[in-house]
């Protein structure tokens, strides 16, 4: 009578020693079950991912909307909104550019007069033009077959960069894709931009143009100073992609402190000339990739392909442009903005100097999010420790005000060269 309760029992643990065996090898062997969790693992942050850029989108949605509220009621309290409409009508119903440049053309073959070589590419944008002007009065305009292409050396979303030879000088060469100046109306208008505010420079830290061959949609190419090739980027993080997991945790920065802080100097010093300028150069795109060295690792602010002129007084009323993980804030929100813009990515650039570490590679945020923190004032790159020295907690410091969320309390440029100078004095 007693021994049922026993034998029950023992049978009662010997099932249960056996489904935990079972669960136990379902979770611990090799199966198909682990390829599930892992697929699953990827959908979830694929997931995550598509909600980050529709909060995103939705957030840019949002401001693009009540900014052009303002720019109405800005053009109905000033009387010019129909003045707008009525430009634009105009417009549709005006010849084309091209087409008159073509009815000039055979009007002169007409005449029995053989057409200029050069006049065969005639620019149709009125920038561009003018630009072209300036170049051929100034003495820096290049004829295509004065240069002799090499080996491609980079490669950006509109350009090719060759290294190349002129005049018996080893130039570099950015030739502007052909088929963007031909699918893009607004093309031409970007590269005489580009080209108006790079031929004003003469810095010694400032790409230095050295000629411009303007000649849509072929033969529209810029030719600079050939430096080492090597930009800021690979200077700090080795010239090969790594993957995210390879930068964890982040290496102790190679090379000395002092030498960062004076890399720096040179691009603050460098955007101090752009900003003071009359009217004032909003370079837009400060990163490292944008920053040249030379055979001395000198640097050379590089690429204005996003570069505008901003008049004493405006504020950059244009959109978001640049990359998200430099940008501002402001410029995110598709808010007006100011040169102050650059000092923010400065921020970011001066603390990925410091740390040697990439942007937010601490988090699992990709573009999208990051933006979308950033915009929100949740997010900044990770600082370095303040407590080291006095010189790493200036550095701290003017990281910290160069990218605060306030415009107006970020530092000129010119007050950036003074406090980095001073930290040089700190470490020397």
């Given at each position: 009578m007693e021994s049922t309760p026993t034998g029950n029992g023992q049978r009662?643990?010997?099932?249960?020693?056996?489904?935990?065996?079972?669960?136990?090898?379902?979770?611990?062997?090799?199966?198909?079950?682990?390829d599930c969790c892992e697929q699953v693992a990827k959908l979830k942050e694929e997931l995550q991912r598509q909600s980050d850029l529709k909060e995103t989108y939705k957030a840019r949605l949002e401001n693009a909307q009540e900014y052009l509220r303002f720019c109405l009621e800005v053009a109905q309290e000033h009387g010019f909104l129909h003045l707008m409409s009525a430009a634009s009508n105009d417009e549709q119903h005006s010849p084309r550019i091209d087409d008159d440049a073509e009815a000039v053309a055979a009007a002169d073959d007409e005449d029995g007069d053989e057409e200029p070589e050069s006049m065969e590419a005639l620019p149709c944008d009125p920038y561009l033009a003018a630009t072209r002007d300036l170049a051929a009065q100034h003495g820096w305009s290049v004829a295509p077959d004065e240069i002799e292409l090499q080996e491609a050396i980079g490669r950006g979303t509109t350009a090719d960069i060759h290294r190349a030879t002129w005049r018996g000088l080893d130039v570099a060469v950015k030739w502007i894709r052909p088929e963007l100046l031909r699918s893009n109306p607004s093309a031409e208008a970007f590269f005489a931009q580009e080209l108006d505010v790079l031929s004003r420079q003469r810095h010694p830290h400032v790409l230095r143009l050295m000629g411009a061959c303007l000649r849509p949609p072929d033969s529209c190419f810029l030719v600079t100073e050939l430096l080492s090739g090597a930009t800021l980027g690979e200077w700090l993080h080795g010239g090969k992609e790594r993957r995210r997991k390879e930068l964890l945790p982040p290496p102790s920065p190679a090379r000395p402190l002092a030498q960062r802080v004076s890399m720096a100097l040179e691009i603050a010093l460098a955007m101090r000339h752009l900003h003071e300028q009359t009217p004032r150069v909003l370079h837009r795109d400060l990163k490292p990739s944008n920053v040249l060295l030379d055979a001395d690792s000198r640097a050379r602010v590089a690429d204005f392909g996003h570069a505008r002129f901003l008049p004493d007084g405006a504020q950059a009323l244009t959109g978001e442009t640049g990359t998200y993980v430099y940008m501002?804030?402001?410029?995110i929100r598709c808010e007006p903005y100011t040169e102050k813009c650059d000092v923010y990515s400065f921020g970011v650039m001066l603390n990925e100097l410091v740390t040697g570490e990439h942007p937010y590679i601490d988090t699992s945020y990709g573009p999208s999010k990051i933006a979308l923190e950033v915009a929100d004032g949740k997010l900044r790159p990770r600082l370095p420790e303040s407590d080291a020295d006095a010189a790493t907690g200036a550095l701290v410091d003017l990281i910290c005000r160069a990218w605060d969320a306030e415009p107006s309390r970020r530092p000129s440029f010119a007050a950036i060269t003074v406090a980095l100078r001073g930290i040089q004095e700190q470490l020397a």
């Open positions: 009662t643990r010997h099932e249960h020693r056996g489904l935990r065996g079972r669960l136990a090898g379902i979770f611990s062997s090799p199966s198909p079950n682990h501002a804030p402001e410029v």
